[in-house]
């Protein structure tokens, strides 16, 4: 009797974490996008002047941070994969996308403002340019 009511607790014990968990994953959202980033002043691309190709290592170089917009708290941080794309989970609210110490290695981008609703996806670009820029 006493093995029947110790299973019957640790099955009830498993169902109710199982379906916390389960509960948790639906309320999630997701945030997905493309990281372009840019090598030098690169306006005028009719001057045919070669630039450097993105490479896999580049995007390791450049994490993206998510921002909890009203507190500026970072809730995650996202490397791209090797062709530029990202995609992270997040609690339903509204975000910033920067780069990781943007400021410190003289990145110029924008920062993304987006909102994540519970079981949607939300798609959100980030373009950069890294290395030398002219003053205009």
Same mark, same amino acid.
């Given at each position: $009797?006493? $093995?029947?009511?110790?299973?019957?607790v640790s099955s009830s014990?498993?169902?109710?974490?199982?379906?916390?968990?389960?509960?948790?994953?639906?309320?999630?959202?997701?945030?997905?996008?493309?990281?372009?980033?840019?090598?030098?002043f690169a306006v005028d +691309?009719?001057?045919? $002047?070669?630039?450097?190709?993105?490479?896999?290592?580049?995007?390791?170089?450049?994490?993206?941070?998510?921002? +909890?917009?009203?507190?500026?708290?970072?809730?995650?941080?996202?490397?791209?994969?090797?062709?530029?794309?990202? +995609?992270?989970?997040?609690?339903?609210?509204?975000?910033?996308?920067?780069?990781?110490?943007?400021?410190?290695?003289?990145?110029?981008?924008?920062?993304?403002?987006?909102?994540?609703?519970?079981?949607?996806?939300?798609?959100?670009? $980030?373009?950069?340019?890294?290395?030398?820029?002219? +003053?205009?």
């Amino acid at each position: $009797m006493q $093995m029947l009511l110790r299973y019957l607790v640790s099955s009830s014990i498993i169902f109710l974490l199982a379906g916390t968990a389960s509960i948790k994953a639906e309320s999630e959202g997701f945030v997905e996008g493309h990281l372009k980033i840019v090598f030098g002043f690169a306006v005028d +691309r009719s001057d045919e $002047m070669p630039r450097p190709e993105v490479g896999r290592e580049s995007y390791a170089e450049y994490p993206l941070v998510v921002l +909890r917009q009203d507190e500026k708290k970072e809730v995650a941080r996202v490397t791209a994969d090797e062709n530029g794309n990202y +995609r992270v989970a997040l609690a339903p609210g509204n975000y910033l996308l920067d780069v990781q110490d943007r400021v410190r290695k003289h990145v110029r981008g924008q920062p993304q403002s987006f909102t994540v609703l519970a079981n949607h996806i939300v798609h959100v670009d $980030m373009n950069i340019v890294v290395g030398i820029h002219p +003053r205009l």
